[in-house]
Nanobody, 116 residues
Framework: QVQLVESGGGLVQAGGSLRLSCAAS??????MGWFRQAPGQEREYVSG????????SYTDSVKGRFTISRDSAKNTVYLQMNSLKPDDTAVYYC???????????WGQGTQVTVSS
């Protein structure tokens, strides 16, 4: 079965850093990415990476602070988060998409809390 397992969340002070990891199993994917959801808000796209070429995209609010990367040998995607802000506080979800499809597979989420 397809599984996406996130890790690396936690509590950090504003200005600090965290690195999230998402290990995929069961198959490989065309794209993998990260979404986040704060209480009472819609889930929003954060970043994504095209697996083969390594091309990455970011939502404007995290550009210059977050970096997505992947390790093909480990079938794992990472999200390096620097200069964290309280507004980054959310549950972060790993997601994956097959070729020609929308993001379909989701991890359980990992909590990121940034204190001021």
């Amino acid at each position: 079965q397809v599984q996406l397992v996130e890790s690396g969340g936690g509590l950090v002070q504003a200005g600090g850093s965290l690195r999230l990891s998402c290990a995929a199993s069961g198959r490989t994917f065309s794209r993998m990415g990260w979404f986040r959801q704060a209480p009472g808000q819609e889930r929003e796209y954060v970043s994504g990476i095209w697996w083969s070429a390594g091309f990455a995209s970011y939502t404007d609010s995290v550009k210059g602070r977050f970096t997505i990367s992947r390790d093909s040998a480990k079938n794992t995607v990472y999200l390096q988060m620097n200069s964290l802000k309280p507004d980054d506080t959310a549950v972060y979800y790993c997601a994956a998409a097959a070729r020609g499809a929308d993001y379909q597979y989701w991890g359980q989420g990992t909590q990121v809390t940034v204190s001021s």
